[in-house]
């Protein structure tokens, strides 16, 4: 008798394909899911119209939050202003269902975009423009002329937090990891863990045990 694969909900974002407008997630994101954490893959569209956050919970037994080139909006967190693109669909989407799987129990998987979004639902705040930072010599973005996969390839290092998650995972002190954001956790959200940080001390990964 086999086991029943779990069922991860991959939130997708607002693009143009052509002339029209589509719902679309890369498939490095579905792929790494299916075959890494053998499950089903269900993407979530970033549209409001006619979606419960709470029915799609129910069905799902994790959430997948992918990157994305676009930022959060600024009013999300409590600020003003900020530069696009934007996508809105793709914020109110993924911030409700963020706190539908946090209140049902479930897990949530954030990259990029989507663990910023996870700060920012539990009462965090983001700051902007990090891709080259004031003062720092490292950059969290490749230059802008870059193709799309030296954009990816771009890398630095991160310090794993001593006691911490990933580097019980890891079992090592620090790790390569590739980098291609423009925005970062400022203040840090209720009841989140640093689990790395850059070496300029942008957080780069956390974690958390919470529910209800």
């Known amino acids: 008798m086999t086991s029943k694969r779990p069922v991860i909900g991959i939130m997708a974002c ?9 719902h679309a997630v890369m498939e490095r994101y579905v792929r790494a899911a299916v075959t890494y954490g053998d499950c089903h893959a269900l993407l979530i569209p970033p549209m409001t119209e006619g979606f419960s956050s709470g029915a799609v919970t ?5 959430l997948m939050l992918t990157g994305s080139p676009s930022n959060i909006g600024a009013q999300r967190y409590g600020q003003d202003g900020g530069e696009g693109p934007f996508d809105d669909g793709r914020d109110s989407v993924s911030l409700a269902m963020i706190e539908c799987m946090i209140t049902m129990g479930k ?3 954030g990259i990029c975009r989507g663990f910023q979004e996870i700060n920012v639902v539990l009462g965090g705040s983001l700051r902007r423009d990090v891709g080259r930072r004031m003062g720092s010599a490292l950059s969290h973005h490749a230059p802008d002329s ?8 771009h890398i630095h290092d991160v310090d794993l937090t001593p006691g911490g998650i990933l580097a019980a995972v890891y079992d090592r002190p620090r790790i390569a990891v590739n980098s291609v954001h423009y925005q970062g956790i400022d203040r840090l959200g ?3 863990s640093v689990e790395a940080r850059s070496g300029d001390g942008l957080i780069e990964a956390v974690s958390a045990n919470i529910s209800g």
């Open 58 to 62: 129910e069905r799902l037994d994790g």
């Open 146 to 153: 870059a193709g799309f996969d030296a954009m990816f390839d």
């Open 190 to 192: 209720d009841g989140l």
């Open 107 to 109: 897990p949530v998987f």
């Open 14 to 22: 607002n693009r143009t394909v052509g002339v029209e407008n589509a």
